[in-house]
T-cell receptor
């Protein structure tokens, strides 16, 4: 596709349920990132995949959060036993990975998660 | 601790005037800086970036200035247009990592 695609755009769930959020990156981009934006806050890094390297999970807030990237393309962010504080907009981004840094990340529209 | 800070939550300017958005950082390992613009219910859109080897980068109405000694960067928009009204995020990265560290954002309102 032309841009980063995320689904669903909105998700309402009950506390304690598991949710899965999906991200389709821009074709050809080797790096994929997940961020979240809580109300009134900036974007908070969660996890980063680059090619076949082990993902950088340093931003995941708890072990209830996990993500995988299958076939180097689509990624799924899973939140188990959701809590109300998990309510946020979850944003996915992708980029070419430029050696030495300087990559521009392109974002999807996000999934708005509401935990009741 | 907040490694990237945007101390002004909001800014209002008149159409045609200059908008100046500011950003401070604390981590000296950051060597690449970006500005994103965000409209409600949309993802952030890349605007302009600057490498730490430069002190200025210009793209049309947008110019980013970097002062490494002060660990400060700013985005100038001139002339400002009503369509520029959005939330602007400053972000920084270090070349040995891929992740971006974002500021809290500044809401810009350009009045006709």
């Amino acid at each position: 596709g032309a841009g980063v695609s995320q689904s669903p755009s909105n998700k309402v769930t009950e506390k304690g349920k598991d949710v899965e959020l999906r991200c389709d990156p821009i074709s050809g981009h080797t790096a994929l990132y997940w961020y979240r934006q809580s109300l009134g806050q900036g974007l908070e890094f969660l996890i980063y995949f680059q090619g076949n390297s082990a993902p950088d999970k340093s931003g995941l807030p708890s072990d209830r959060f996990s993500a995988e990237r299958t076939g180097g393309s689509v990624s799924t962010l899973t939140i188990q036993r959701t809590q109300q504080e998990d309510s946020a907009v979850y944003l996915c981004a992708s980029s070419f990975q430029v050696p030495g840094g300087g990559n521009i990340q392109y974002f999807g529209a996000g999934t708005r998660l509401s935990v009741l | 601790d907040q490694q990237v800070k945007q101390n002004s939550p909001s800014l209002s300017v008149q159409e045609g005037r200059i908008s100046i958005l500011n950003c401070d950082y604390t981590n000296s390992m950051f060597d690449y800086f970006l500005w994103y613009k965000k409209y409600p219910a949309e993802g952030p859109t890349f605007l302009i970036s600057i490498s730490s080897i430069k002190d200025k980068n210009e793209d049309g109405r947008f110019t980013v200035f970097l002062n490494k000694s002060a660990k400060h960067l700013s985005l100038h928009i001139v002339p400002s247009q009503p369509g520029d009204s959005a939330v602007y995020f400053c972000a920084a990265s270090a070349s040995n990592t891929g992740k971006l560290i974002f500021g809290q954002g500044t809401t810009l309102q350009v009045k006709p």
